[in-house]
């Protein structure tokens, strides 16, 4: 990722104009068939979105379908179940918490922000086993312990 930062924007983007603020947990504004859930620990204000009628869910960064840390995953995209991207991820409680509130929600299909989007039955098992074995699977070496305290 290092070697691709020099195509990186060089400065600030402003999405200010396009923020609109979500009051509550029942609806999205312009998607009415949506909700919205906080599941911060990629980053702090993080939400992901959820549609019951057809059990889809976007999730953003609060997991991923391919390891966002290898080239060779991102190149492949050989699609898996991963945790957030380890190198921006502020809170590990927050993120495994947010993994466990995604997985009770038993999704047919999940659109993340790194990684294909993936459909089928196999899919809220899948999740339920990234939740299940998060600090194992998704936490780095180094930081598990730290998470635990």
């Known amino acids: ?38 599941t911060p620990g ?14 889809t869910l976007i999730v953003g960064d609060a997991f991923c379908t391919t390891k966002a840390e290898s080239f060779l995953a991102v190149a492949t995209q050989r699609p898996e179940m991963h945790g957030p991207p380890a190198y921006y991820t502020s809170d590990w409680q927050s993120a495994r918490r947010s ?33 299940g074995r998060f600090d194992e699977v998704a936490i780095p070496e180094h930081l598990r312990m730290q998470s635990r305290t």
């Open 99 to 131: 993994v466990e509130q995604l997985a009770a929600l038993e999704p047919a299909t999940a659109v993340p922000g790194h990684g294909l989007p993936i459909s089928g039955a196999h899919v809220a098992a899948t999740l339920s086993e990234l939740a």
């Open 1 to 38: 990722m290092a070697v691709l930062s020099p195509l990186y924007p060089a400065g600030p983007f402003s999405v200010q104009p396009h923020l609109r603020l979500l009051e509550d947990r029942t609806s999205v504004p312009g998607l009415p068939e949506w909700r919205w859930l906080h």
């Open 42 to 55: 990629h980053t702090e204000g993080h939400i992901s979105l959820f549609r019951d009628s057809d059990r």
